[in-house]
């Protein structure tokens, strides 16, 4: 259907209604200056941390994927095809999360490597030779960061990491204790620390460089996480912990 400005601009109900059936082009002085049409939701399928029984066997392309980010405040993780809107973090998740990386950013002040704490892009393609292969983006906790040269000219980190820290929520466990793990092991990071609040626990991995858990060690009590990548680096569990307000009974 054609119809001139000044009927568009008396009627736009009207015309907004039947874009619902065809495309609308506007005229101005017999001219065709613009095009109102119906608008599509991009068939995303976002899998809600807490609401993953709508998952779907359709994967989206990166390309769906930078649509939905650009397009969006929320912040998002691509796995395997598919996105995860992240929460926002409760409390005591982010007491000891900043508690880890003071610790790491006192080791690693001076050093060649560097702490960084979420939100960052992390790009990783598993056993694949390039990204576009097997496109996965997350956001981790921490990343420890020894390949700065893989910063690309729009400031962009496309390296991999040399350790990754997650800390879980109720809502991520599944994620960062399965999925992620698989991810980071056969995308080349070499350590990979599992922080849980609720036990009070770290596990630990360390990968090989074939790609293989090459260590696992779970951590409780008055234990120490000692990283074997970086000699030096170490927490004690309880001065971790310790930060973490007790539970209360709800009334």
Not at 51 to 78: F, G, H, N, P, W
Not at 181 to 208: C, P, Q
Request: proline share 5%; with cysteine.
């Amino acid at each position: 259907m054609r119809i001139n400005a000044t009927d568009l601009q008396n009627a736009f109900g009207k015309y907004l209604a039947l874009t619902e059936k065809e495309d609308i082009i506007i005229t101005k002085n017999g001219r065709s200056v613009a095009k109102l049409t119906r608008y599509n939701e991009p068939d995303y399928f976002l899998i809600h941390e807490e609401a993953l029984k709508y998952k779907t066997t359709r994967k989206i392309s990166y390309e769906e994927y930078m649509e939905l980010v650009e397009s969006s405040d929320q912040r998002y993780e691509l796995i395997d095809g598919e996105v995860y809107l992240l929460a926002s973090p409760a409390f005591d998740h982010q007491v000891v999360l900043n508690e880890i990386a003071g610790y790491f950013y006192n080791y690693f002040k001076g050093k060649p490597c560097r702490s960084l704490t979420a939100p960052l892009d992390v790009r990783l393609f598993g056993y694949a030779t390039k990204f576009e292969e097997d496109p996965n983006v997350v956001q981790p906790d921490i990343v420890v960061v020894c390949d700065e040269d893989k910063v690309n000219a729009d400031n962009r980190y496309e390296g991999i990491p040399s350790l990754v820290v997650e800390v879980l929520s109720p809502s991520t466990k599944g994620k960062d204790m399965v999925t992620k793990l698989n991810l980071y092991m056969k995308s080349g990071v070499r350590e990979y620390w599992i922080v849980d609040l609720a036990e009070r626990s770290i596990t630990h991995y360390a990968f090989s460089g074939e790609r293989d858990i090459e260590r696992l060690i779970i951590l409780r009590e008055d234990d120490i996480v000692r990283s074997p990548l970086f000699p030096g680096l170490e927490i004690r569990l309880p001065d971790l912990f310790e930060e973490i307000r007790p539970k209360t009974p709800k009334d």
